[in-house]
């Protein structure tokens, strides 16, 4: 095993180069473009990925990283990308998935810090085409960066449109559709969705999203979810899931009802997800999740275009990934916590669930598919790995730790080469010999 010390210096607004000159070429192939994948559905291709490993062994190489950030890795040909605030810099970084070295660091505003103990100034992920790199932090600011780490624009959308009021931090990534960069905004006060052109940063379309859910309800750290193939976007949060046309931002369809009872406190972190026409809402804390049917929505149905809902099922944190018939669940909370359950999209029906060991850990990351398995990350960096996912009756086939253990791990954990890339609170992990 390798390990590689990462030493961030960084200049003011400058792109820095550590040791080693940018390898890559403009339109990389791009195997992992956002946090929850191409699909955002959180599915690695492939069918052979590890599934035993631990600080001594298994791992191809260990980056210990400095600053503060929950960023997953996005991956672009021989680059991975994540941000981290750090000397009092919003930073995104390449670092190259082969060797681990850190290639550039890219300075793009004031870390704003953090507000609660899991959180920081970047906790979004970027996102990648191959041609650039597209970054968000909670400091409002949104930048696009080359591949070798220069900036080609950078705009502040709490300068354009005013402060941010979440009560936590920011964590909802940005999303690409066509030519744009969409980044929802979903708080207390002003909500809206925006959309820049990826070019140019030339201000595309902005709608306003205010749906008059009760106090911290109003607030959402989802991200919006890009059906290319419809040219539709959808957003989650304020007690509603609403459909909107990405050429113009027009909200096609909306359904509401999520919180019936106007709970206070019911503030989205999990996003939703998609397949075929069939958009998966987890809500309330983790005590509820919706499944609507996309068309049903736009042809104005509302609540009718519900498709299931389970009031004993769900996650707060965790996004459930979807891979072709099924739905997986990380359960987070207080009754359901490492409670991991397999649901049929169509019906909402329970397949099977596992029961991870109890502890007072959490989990703030999302599951994987990879292969035949799946992966859930503890906030302790124990990643489970439960399969095989086609036996009628997965269990726990191994657990297994690495030395960072402090809390809290929040990155998800993604597909690389046959490998994976595990961020910790303090390293970047390459899994795979």
């Not at 998935?97 to 550039?104: D, E, H």
């Not at 744009?180 to 201000?203: E, F, I």
């Not at 997800?273 to 309330?284: H, K, M, N, R, T």
């Not at 998800?412 to 390293?427: E, I, K, M, Y």
Request: include cysteine.
């Amino acid at each position: 095993m390798r390990s590689f010390r990462i030493a961030f210096v960084l200049f003011a607004t400058a792109t820095v180069s550590l040791d080693a000159p940018s390898i890559a070429t403009a339109d990389d192939p791009v195997s992992w473009p956002q946090w929850r994948g191409g699909m955002q559905n959180g599915v690695a291709a492939g069918e052979s990925y590890p599934t035993k490993w631990g600080e001594k062994s298994g791992i191809a190489w260990k980056a210990d990283l400095s600053g503060l950030g929950g960023s997953t890795p996005v991956i672009a040909g021989s680059k991975a990308f994540l941000t981290a605030g750090t000397d009092g810099q919003n930073t995104l970084f390449a670092i190259d998935v082969q060797s681990g070295q850190t290639l550039w660091g890219t300075a793009l505003g004031t870390d704003r810090g953090n507000k609660h103990r899991k959180g920081g100034g970047s906790n979004p992920s970027a996102v990648t085409d191959g041609n650039a790199v597209y970054a968000y932090f909670r400091s409002g600011d949104l930048a696009c960066v080359d591949m070798d780490g220069n900036v080609r624009w950078q705009v502040n959308l709490q300068d354009e449109f005013g402060e941010d009021t979440l009560w936590w931090d920011l964590g909802s990534s940005p999303t690409l559709i066509n030519d744009l960069v969409v980044v929802a905004v979903m708080q207390t006060g002003p909500s809206y969705l925006v959309a820049y052109d990826r070019s140019t940063g030339d201000l595309a379309w902005k709608v306003d999203r205010q749906l008059g859910a009760p106090e911290e309800a109003a607030q959402s750290y989802a991200t919006p979810i890009a059906m290319e193939d419809r040219n539709l976007i959808a957003v989650m949060g304020a007690d509603h899931l609403t459909i909107h046309s990405a050429s113009d931002g027009r909200e096609l369809g909306r359904v509401g009802g999520f919180n019936p009872d106007q709970e206070k406190f019911f503030r989205s972190i999990a996003s939703p997800a998609v397949q075929g026409d069939l958009i998966v809402c987890p809500y309330s804390r983790g005590a509820s999740v919706t499944t609507c049917r996309i068309s049903d929505v736009i042809d104005g149905k509302g609540r009718d275009s519900i498709v299931w809902h389970r009031d004993d099922l769900g996650s707060d944190v965790p996004t459930p990934a979807i891979d072709g018939d099924r739905v997986y669940f990380a359960g987070d909370g207080k009754a359901s916590k490492g409670t991991v359950s397999a649901v049929e999209l169509e019906t909402g029906k329970t397949l099977w669930t596992v029961q991870l060991p109890k502890s007072r850990i959490g989990f703030s990351s999302s599951p994987l598919v990879a292969g035949n398995h799946l992966y859930v990350t503890g906030e302790d960096a124990t990643t489970y790995v439960i399969g095989p996912l086609d036996s009628d009756t997965p269990d726990v086939v191994q657990t297994n730790r690495v030395a960072d253990e402090e809390p809290y791990t929040v990155a998800s954990p993604v597909p690389v080469d046959g490998g994976l890339l595990q961020r910790t609170r303090h390293a970047l992990y390459r899994i795979g010999e």
